[in-house]
């Protein structure tokens, strides 16, 4: 799934960032991305501090990812997002 958003996002525009759900995340992600060589076309990735319960299930989930996502674009340069958790897929728009 990871490959696949990230393939997604790089045909879409030049620059992605990521929404990840824990510094943890973020070590694994970069493994994984480095490993396609597809780092170089990250803007950055920036954790929410929320579980995966909460990234499904709690309200206050959608405020951390927009503020977050700001941050991605404004600071970072991204164009594209990626929601970094099968569990954030309720907050997507295409």
Do not use: W
């Not at 990521?18 to 995340?25: D, I, Y």
């Not at 709690?58 to 503020?67: N, T, W």
């Amino acid at each position: 799934m990871q490959r696949s958003a990230i393939e997604k996002a790089i045909s879409t525009g030049e620059r992605f960032g990521v929404l990840a759900l824990s510094e943890q995340s973020i070590k694994r992600h970069m493994a994984y991305m480095r490993g396609l060589g597809l780092d170089g076309q990250l803007a950055g990735e920036l954790p929410l501090d929320i579980s995966v319960d909460e990234a499904a299930n709690d309200a206050g989930s959608f405020e951390k990812i927009v503020s977050q996502g700001r941050r991605l674009i404004d600071e970072s340069g991204a164009d594209v997002l990626i929601l970094g958790c099968a569990g954030m897929a309720s907050y997507r728009e295409p």
